[in-house]
């Protein structure tokens, strides 16, 4: 079955099939799956330390196919949000047509629940969901991270946020299908302009006025990366939700020692400006006929 998790903006994950995952943008330098992975390597139970028994590096768990999917049919009745892949991202080029089909095809079998999928290559999602996958029903979400903006490798400027351009694409091919973006662990502003000079301030947003959901958090556990910057960019990516429709979910500053201050600590650090944006999309609250917890 899923596993229930503290997550904010979800109730449970189930990871099936695929463990393991290559890093692919500044995002990825403190991957607290990565961390996770390696300790069940050698967790004492053998069912756990055999399935990361490669830690992270990828791998396809053929043998545990079958046991993976009959977890869909144990999630139970009761519709819960489920984030699938929580421990890997399976939309990276590796994953097989057939599992990710699979996954699919057994998300409609258990059609009660909403699942979401995350991923940082969302051009293999957004080709897959024009030509390749089939059976997507209404109960899915679809999102991408971007960390930052944009960032200078060496003499180039390396664009994230065109991520948002391929959900976009998603969005065209299946209207009725939820997408996001996961500002997560946040890096640098989310808007354009740091790097680059726009004439027309109206595009440094590119396509996420487009998107139905916007999560924003910062980097938390061991060697956390904070910038001080960050709250000033949560701020901003609010305001921008705000005017332009978007819903705007706020998860956390980030860091443990903003956790521990006592203005933050009742809300589990999740305040911004003294409020709680605790916003679910509306594809999501007609799924639960309200908010899923």
Not at 32 to 51: E, F, G, Y
Request: glycine share 10%; charged share 25%; proline share 5%.
């Amino acid at each position: 079955m899923a596993n229930k998790t503290a997550i904010s903006w979800t109730g449970y994950t189930l990871n099936p099939i695929i463990t393991g995952c290559t890093p692919v943008s500044p995002g990825c330098g403190r991957c607290w799956a990565n961390d996770s992975a390696h300790r069940m390597k050698n967790n004492p139970n053998p069912k756990i330390s055999n399935r990361y028994r490669f830690a992270f590096d990828f791998h396809v768990h053929r043998d545990l196919m079958a046991y993976d999917l009959e977890k869909f049919d144990k999630i139970g009745g009761v519709p819960k949000l489920v984030f699938l892949g929580s421990m890997t991202d399976l939309f990276q080029g590796r994953v097989p047509l057939d599992v990710l089909q699979a996954i699919v095809d057994k998300t409609q079998e258990n059609s009660q629940h909403y699942y979401m999928f995350l991923t940082k290559r969302p051009a293999r999602m957004s080709r897959l969901l024009h030509d390749g996958l089939e059976n997507i029903g209404p109960n899915l979400g679809f999102g991408t991270t971007i960390e930052m903006a944009e960032y200078q490798e060496d003499d180039r400027v390396i664009v994230l946020q065109d991520r948002a351009e391929y959900l976009a694409d998603i969005k065209e091919a299946h209207p009725g299908n939820m997408t996001f973006v996961s500002y997560e662990p946040a890096l640098g502003p989310l808007s354009r302009g740091e790097y680059t000079y726009f004439p027309d301030t109206s595009r440094l947003w590119g396509d996420l006025d487009k998107v139905d959901w916007i999560i924003a958090g910062g980097e938390s556990g061991s060697d956390c990366r904070l910038p001080e910057r960050r709250f000033d960019w949560f701020k901003e990516v609010r305001d921008f939700c705000v005017s332009h429709g978007v819903t705007f979910h706020y998860k956390q500053g980030g860091g443990n020692s903003y956790c521990k201050h006592s203005d933050h600590k009742a809300k589990g650090c999740r305040l911004l400006d003294g409020q709680l944006w605790d916003q679910f999309p509306r594809q999501i609250l007609q799924h639960f006929g309200g908010r899923p917890f």
